[in-house]
């Protein structure tokens, strides 16, 4: 009864091969292309944080308000979202360092930004959802549609074994 057919896998086994880790191993581009997203990311904040800042051209406004399907010209200022301007280029200014620090620490292998980096885009994506489902929150490119998009391919990057296989190249058994 303890006897195993030798062709049926235990439940738990992966199906996949096992991934060799090797300490000489080269980076791969899965994990060049989730730290290059990561800092587009932080590049993306800035762009955002000047559109609040700073009124758009006329020109852009217009193409701003047929991209994103409304047809209106929209601006968005400090005192419509009714901040202080230096708390809001503080906490901007914070997030653009921490996301560029982890950009640089994804590139360098670190498995630990990797799985940080990977559940923040899950908890964006979710609250992006929840934000649709609940709230009636449209996702429009002048709102959450680049960083959704960003996230998603933030996750399909470093989520990939040979991302995963590069940050733990120095790992111990």
Do not use: C
Not at 82 to 87: M, Q, R, S, V, Y
Request: zero cysteines; charged letters at 15%.
């Amino acid at each position: 009864m303890s006897e195993r057919h030798p062709r049926k896998r235990a439940a738990f086994e992966p199906i996949a091969a096992p991934v060799v880790r090797d300490s000489a191993m080269r980076r791969p581009a899965a994990t060049v292309a989730g730290g290059v997203l990561v800092l587009l990311r932080a590049v993306a904040g800035i762009v955002w944080t000047l559109t609040v800042v700073f009124p758009l051209p006329p020109w852009l406004q217009a193409v701003a308000g047929a991209a994103d399907g409304s047809g209106e010209e929209s601006t968005l200022t400090l005192s419509d979202l009714g901040l202080d301007a230096g708390i809001f280029f503080g906490v901007l200014g914070a997030i653009t360092l921490v996301q560029a620090v982890f950009g640089i620490l994804l590139l360098r292998g670190s498995n630990v930004a990797r799985v940080i980096v990977m559940i923040v885009s899950t908890m964006s994506i979710a609250t992006a959802f929840a934000g649709w489902w609940e709230l009636g929150q449209e996702i429009t490119v002048g709102t959450t549609l680049v960083t959704v998009s960003l996230d998603i391919l933030v996750l399909l990057a470093l989520s990939s074994r040979d991302a995963a296989a590069y940050a733990r190249r120095n790992e111990r058994r």
